[in-house]
T-cell receptor, first 118, second 117 residues
Framework: GAVVSQHPSWVICKSGTSVKIECRSL??????MFWYRQFPKQSLMLMAT?????????EQGVEKDKFLINHASLTLSTLTVTSAHPEDSSFYIC??????????????FGPGTRLTVL | SQELEQSPQSLIVQEGKNLTINCTSS?????LYWYKQKYGEGLIFLMM?????EEKSHEKITAKLDEKKQQSSLHITASQPSHAGIYLC?????????????????FGQGTILTVHP
């Protein structure tokens, strides 16, 4: 079954509004979560690292004031797209590492959130 | 930074045929993931490889990591329409020798697999 959930699975909003996307780890704690973005027919690009109890770390070229990340608890990270514009329309996916065996972590991904900005 | 090159970019096969997807890294791989994605959906974890020469299998899918740890291959035996999707290899450049992941993955561009019944 799913180990990482996202909500909502899709959202349509008007230009200029803000949208919040939630990422939850199910049955395990994640001090770190990751947010990716995927454009049609392209691979995933890492946007930022969400850290529980501290500020998020953003990849080069990603506007931190545009994409606000809050790691509210050990099982929840949220991504808020502020003042969304049509070019922000994309598929947003989160991931969380889960210890699977011994000292090995496996990155599990959420089902994704499709954002469409009109 | 680590770059991953996948080949082929797309693949169309007849049901029942075997196929191989390759993933080549510009740097040594310490943690190599294979995922499957249906369009518009999340990534499904398939396998993770860490050791040179390692090979793992799950049902009809086998993944290998070469001895030099710079190339991985994903092999599907007797393909079925359910195997269709986008296959992505991802590298974790910060996995240490003990297997702890510091997590951010770099992905290849993906291989689109179509299986005709």
């Amino acid at each position: 079954g799913a180990v990482v959930s996202q909500h909502p699975s899709w959202v349509i909003c008007k230009s200029g509004t803000s949208v919040k996307i939630e990422c939850r780890s199910l049955d395990f704690q994640a001090t770190t979560m990751f947010w990716y973005r995927q454009f049609p027919k392209q691979s995933l690009m890492l946007m930022a690292t969400s850290n529980e109890g501290s500020k998020a770390t953003y990849e080069q070229g990603v506007e931190k004031d545009k994409f606000l990340i809050n790691h509210a608890s050990l099982t929840l990270s949220t991504l808020t797209v502020t003042s969304a514009h049509p070019e922000d329309s994309s598929f947003y996916i989160c991931s969380a590492p889960r210890r699977t065996s011994g000292f090995t972590d496996t990155q599990y991904f959420g089902p994704g959130t499709r954002l469409t900005v009109l | 930074s680590q770059e991953l090159e996948q080949s082929p970019q797309s693949l169309i096969v007849q049901e029942g045929k075997n196929l191989t997807i390759n993933c080549t890294s510009s740097k040594t791989l310490y943690g190599l993931y294979w995922y499957k994605q249906k369009y518009g959906e999340g990534l499904i974890f398939l396998m993770m490889l860490q050791k040179g020469g390692e090979e793992k299998s799950h049902e009809k899918i086998t993944a290998k990591l070469d001895e030099k740890k710079q190339q991985s291959s994903l092999h599907i035996t007797a393909s079925q329409p359910s195997h269709a999707g986008i296959y992505l290899c991802g590298a974790d450049p910060q996995v240490n020798a003990g297997g702890t992941s510091y997590g951010k993955l770099t992905f290849g561009q993906g291989t689109i697999l179509t299986v005709h019944p």
